[in-house]
T-cell receptor, first 112, second 110 residues
Framework: EPEVTQTPSHQVTQMGQEVILRCVPI?????FYWYRQILGQKVEFLVS????????KSEIFDDQFSVERPDGSNFTLKIRSTKLEDSAMYFC??????????FGPGTRLTVT | QKEVEQNSGPLSVPEGAIASLNCTYS??????FFWYRQYSGKSPELIMS????GDKEDGRFTAQLNKASQYVSLLIRDSQPSDSATYLC??????????FGPGTRLSVLP
């Protein structure tokens, strides 16, 4: 069964550094998303992406964040200058249509 | 501000019993509703989706939707210890993103 994959599984970075989180969505899916979950808190929407452009973004997704689909398979989330409060699990999701979203295993980001 | 409310739990049920998980939402524009299961330290896993009022059954799971009351529920029949997890309610409006509830932690006791 096809699944969303994410790399790395765990990323440790120093405050102020740039990080890139990578995702490979399910191959025939057209919609891509990033969510985050701070430890012990709820899953929060960051951004959705369709047809090579951002379709929606939340207040969390400020100028420090960007997304890109650099090729036909990868979908990335870049955080330009990480802060301590960016420490969280970051989940990528994809969907074939606007309905059911399937999540990847997540990347745990630790900012020190 | 779109709000989704769920009892945080833990909801404890004995093995073999019916677990009933409830969710209310504030956005009357919500059109479709999803239940996800999240094991500790893992990603959300899609369990059920429901789009119209009434009941929808899938194996041991039944989703119930009442848009007038802005209420959606998930029933798990014949609960198993492996069902012990946090269950997330996620309504979606005309946009593409979900608004996740805080989740209800279910504990099924052997």
């Amino acid at each position: 069964e096809p699944e969303v994959t994410q790399t790395p599984s765990h990323q440790v970075t120093q405050m102020g550094q740039e990080v890139i989180l990578r995702c490979v969505p399910i191959s025939n899916h057209l919609y891509f998303y990033w969510y985050r979950q701070i430890l012990g808190q709820k899953v929060e929407f960051l951004v959705s992406f369709y047809n090579n452009e951002i379709s929606e973004k939340s207040e969390i997704f400020d100028d420090q964040f960007s997304v890109e689909r650099p090729d036909g398979s990868n979908f990335t989330l870049k955080i330009r200058s990480t802060k301590l409060e960016d420490s969280a699990m970051y989940f990528c999701a994809s969907s074939e249509d606007v309905y059911e979203q399937y999540f990847g295993p997540g990347t745990r980001l630790t900012v020190t | 501000q779109k709000e989704v409310e769920q009892n945080s739990g833990p909801l404890s049920v004995p093995e073999g019993a019916i677990a009933s998980l409830n969710c209310t939402y504030s956005d009357r524009g919500s059109q479709s509703f999803f239940w996800y299961r999240q094991y500790s330290g893992k990603s959300p896993e899609l369990i059920m989706s429901i789009y119209s009022n009434g009941d929808k059954e899938d194996g041991r799971f039944t989703a119930q939707l009442n848009k007038a009351s802005q209420y959606v529920s998930l029933l798990i029949r014949d609960s198993q210890p492996s069902d012990s997890a946090t269950y997330l309610c996620a309504p979606r409006d005309y946009g593409q993103n979900f608004v996740f509830g805080p989740g209800t932690r279910l504990s099924v006791l052997p």
